[in-house]
């Protein structure tokens, strides 16, 4: 949603449709070399993962707050929020399964662990959607 005030998105288009059962679709991180990484003393690795464990949850609530101002400036021009039914949310969610397959087949090819990725972020969801 924050892109339809940050991107001016809302200024060009008419309507949006809220599919909840798909996902978010920005994903940010903060990534470092693997082996710059590991070369950092344990400590100091610890440090990095205490701090960044705490800006998750205040990171989330910057970006709800960019989200809500998207949508308040998009219903301000008069723009239409469409909401999917549930039967057609679950459509939509059934319809993308194949795209994560792709991504999970294409990362471990690279030698990623895709799946593992996949399966993580599901779980993330689950819990922090309770």
Known sequence: MEVLKGFK????????????KIGYTAGFF????????????????????DVSEEWIAER????????????????????ELIPLTEEENLRWAEAVIPVIGEYEDAATKKGLPGKTYVNSIRNLVKKLSE
Do not use: H
């Open 60 to 79: 989330g609530k910057a970006w709800d707050s960019s989200d809500e101002e998207g949508r308040q400036f998009t219903i301000s021009r008069g723009n």
């Open 9 to 20: 998105q809302a200024e060009v288009i008419k309507y949006t449709v809220l599919c909840d």
């Open 30 to 49: 903060v990534a470092m070399n693997l082996k710059k990484w590991n070369s950092l003393p344990k400590d100091v690795q610890k440090v990095f993962e």
